[in-house]
């Protein structure tokens, strides 16, 4: 497992500035955000949400990961039915800033990828239909979410591999196992190395 994290504040100014800066990568949305445990993100007291990127070789992936629902527009999902092909997860809500900084990257993800069989999905525990859909109107997203305000996709998520903060995005291997996760904002370059990867990787 590799973990790459931001370098560590040395001044009381510096601590302030990356707290800050954790605020407004990472959003809590009625207690999604937590703080990091010991095992899962080191060295870090404060809520998660700091773009930290954690990786698994094969042989020490968990899952597969097993998410099923409906999305806004009532239709079933379920990645089951993604087997074989690259899977990327983002937890998002509507008011959530770093989830609309990072809308435009994910969406162009799901669009220059699409040949090579790679699905995005969110999954949104926090809105009704209407902000969801508004939402991804207003960024011109061409991937289902789930409505999980049920909570039941996070949970299923949470069994497999810690979900502290949102946003997170988790990406999954062709067999459902989760090769990646980035806890709060993703940036485009780093999600798109995250798929390259997995896509190197020998199909099953």
């Known amino acids: 497992m590799r973990t790459r994290h931001r370098p560590a504040a040395r001044s009381r100014a510096a601590v302030l500035v990356a707290v800050a800066v954790v605020a407004l990568a990472g959003c809590s949305a009625g207690g999604g955000a937590g703080t990091a445990s010991g095992d899962d993100v080191p060295d870090q007291g404060y809520v998660s949400g700091d773009g930290s ?3 698994w070789e094969p042989g020490d992936r968990q899952g597969p990961v097993e998410v099923a629902g409906t999305d806004f527009a009532g239709a079933p999902v379920d990645v089951a039915d993604w087997r074989g092909e690259v899977v990327v997860l983002n937890t998002w809500y509507a008011q959530c800033p770093p989830c609309r900084e990072e809308a435009p990257d994910l969406v162009a993800v799901a669009e220059d990828y699409a040949d090579q069989g ?4 969110g999954i949104n525990g926090v809105d009704d239909a209407g902000a969801a859909e508004s939402f991804q109107e207003t960024f011109d997203v ?4 789930i409505d999980d305000r049920e909570k039941q996709a996070v949970a299923a998520l949470q069994g497999v591999v ?3 903060a949102t946003p997170t995005t988790v990406v999954l291997d062709r ?5 990646a996760r980035v806890v709060g904002l993703v940036e485009g370059s780093t999600l798109r190395a ?3 990867e997995v896509l190197a990787e020998d199909e099953p």
């Open 53 to 55: 990127v954690t990786q």
């Open 118 to 121: 790679v699905h995005v999905l």
């Open 142 to 145: 061409p991937y289902p979410s």
């Open 162 to 164: 810690p979900i502290q």
């Open 175 to 179: 067999e459902g196992h989760v090769a």
């Open 194 to 196: 995250l798929v390259d």
